[in-house]
């Protein structure tokens, strides 16, 4: 992926076409480059696709051998199953510094120069040809395909420019070039592409096959050296839209992605990828994670457009937000979430789950029985084999705990006073290392307070206004 912050050319470095032969310096194809560069990292143990999450057993075999083989590939799999990051993440198996002659436009090497005006700068100036270096993280180009994508966005057109400064329009350098030859000895990756109108998807056949390019007629032959990955959704591949067969055809790999199979990879990839600014506990990350599992299991849900991923990220960045606020209103030193600002989150994700036509009107509801799932499952999970008849004597003896957004992590912890077993509660749900903090042991009490209501073990009113609980004993 292209980087902000592109490290600066070393300058050891070659500067001539004449030094570049000198230094030993031998020219790869973009696919040596990344067949070489993958052996490297895969004989050191290292992981090849940093950042992406759960596919260690699946995808990415499949992806590491379409990659030995040299093959153009897509990756096919609903919204949310990081298509998009993995297909930036082969930039990083590419050389950190690659020589191009100074000025091209398209990447040339200046051992292997393709276009007229390559052709003419070396003939010229032989092996005082100037040369630059172009760092890897500016390999790697970027289209996503919309319906009004055109062949000169991707190959290229005529440069009305240049023929307004008195070229013939039959000359070849008064093309320019689109997003693919720009990319030329890099990577090149189209996002959706069914999207992109069939005839568009014509252009690309002979950038897969022959690894040409040819504009508006022009006798024009430009090889080019670069790898073409693409991503597509399901739906979209049989309905909305779908890739030309002789497309298909000319794709060496179809790898079909997934989301996270396991629940600890979910947690991870939220942990990873949500923003959060408060504390979030572990517990609740697991809820958050329980979440999103349910929702895409759930009859309800259309299954065929998926549940993001973006959907526990926007879950969990919630619901530090609900925490945030409640620490800036009632002055708490720390903000902590609680599982009782689970239930805001809810009306904000509606809109990022696709619901069967027959449950239309109830989306709200059915989220918040999910979410409620969710929380039993997390409860029975680590609490299950806890002891906590002091906290259900505790209530029962008449000991109502109030809590809600604007009850304090203190407050929670005063109303309940001394407990045995909190610290048991606490190291069940955060682990060993959870700390004595109040926020954590408030949220930890929440959590158990709320599972024992969920298996009706004790009770719970909700306060006219919503916005505080009351658990209680139970009747």
């Known amino acids: ?247 298909k055809d000319r794709f060496g790999a179809e790898i079909r992605t997934h989301y996270p199979l396991r629940l600890a990879d979910e947690i991870t990839l939220v942990r990873q990828e949500a923003d959060v600014r408060a504390l979030v506990p572990i517990h609740l990350m697991e809820v958050v994670a329980r979440f999103t599992r349910l929702v895409r299991e759930s009859p309800a849900v259309d299954s065929r457009s998926g549940v993001s991923a973006r959907f526990a990220v926007a879950a969990a960045e919630s619901l530090a937000a609900a925490a945030v606020r409640r620490a800036a209103i009632t002055g708490e030193s720390a903000a902590v979430a609680r599982v009782g600002d689970l239930p805001s989150v809810v009306p904000t994700l509606r809109g990022k789950v696709e619901f069967e036509v027959s449950e239309e009107g109830r989306e709200e509801e059915v989220l918040t029985h999910l979410m409620r799932r969710a929380i039993v499952d997390t409860f029975r999970a680590h609490l299950g084999g806890v002891d906590l008849t002091a906290l259900i004597a505790r209530v029962d003896e008449g000991g109502a705990i109030e809590v809600g957004d604007l009850v304090t992590a203190e407050e929670v912890l005063e109303q309940v006073g001394p407990l045995d077993g909190l610290g048991r509660i606490v190291t069940a749900l955060e682990g060993e290392n959870a700390g004595e903090s109040a926020g954590i042991a408030a949220s930890s009490l929440e959590t158990a307070l709320e599972g024992l209501y969920l298996t009706r073990r004790i009770s719970k009113d909700e306060v006219p206004g919503g916005k505080r609980s009351v658990y209680g004993g139970k009747e």
């Open 1 to 247: 992926m292209t980087s902000h912050l592109i490290p600066e050319t070393p300058s050891d470095l070659p500067r001539t076409l004449g030094a570049l032969r000198a230094s030993g310096h031998e020219h790869r194809t973009v696919k040596d480059e990344l067949r070489a560069n993958l052996v490297a990292c895969l004989r050191a143990g290292a992981d090849p696709f940093p950042g992406v999450v759960g596919i260690e057993d699946t995808v990415r075999p499949q992806l590491e051998r379409a990659l030995l083989a040299g093959h153009d590939l897509v990756l096919l799999g609903e919204r949310g199953q990081g298509k998009t990051r993995l297909l930036r993440s082969l930039v990083g198996l590419l050389d950190e510094w690659t020589p191009v002659i100074e000025g091209s436009e398209i990447n040339e090497h200046p051992y292997e120069p393709v276009s007229v005006w390559g052709n003419r700068v070396v003939a010229e100036h032989g092996d005082a040809t100037p040369v630059s270096w172009m760092h890897r993280s500016k390999r790697y180009g970027e289209k996503l395909a919309t319906p009004d994508t055109s062949v000169g966005d991707l190959i290229g057109d005529v440069d009305p420019v240049k023929v307004a400064e008195g070229r013939t329009l039959g000359d070849p350098e008064t093309v320019h070039y689109g997003l693919v030859p720009r990319t030329n000895r890099g990577i090149f990756a189209i996002n959706e592409l069914p999207d992109l109108a069939e005839r568009i998807q014509v252009s690309l056949l002979n950038v897969l096959e022959e690894r040409d390019i040819q504009v508006r007629g022009y006798a024009l032959r430009l090889p080019l050296d670069l790898l073409l990955v693409a991503s597509a959704n399901p739906e979209d591949y049989t309905n909305r839209g779908r890739i030309i067969t002789p497309l």
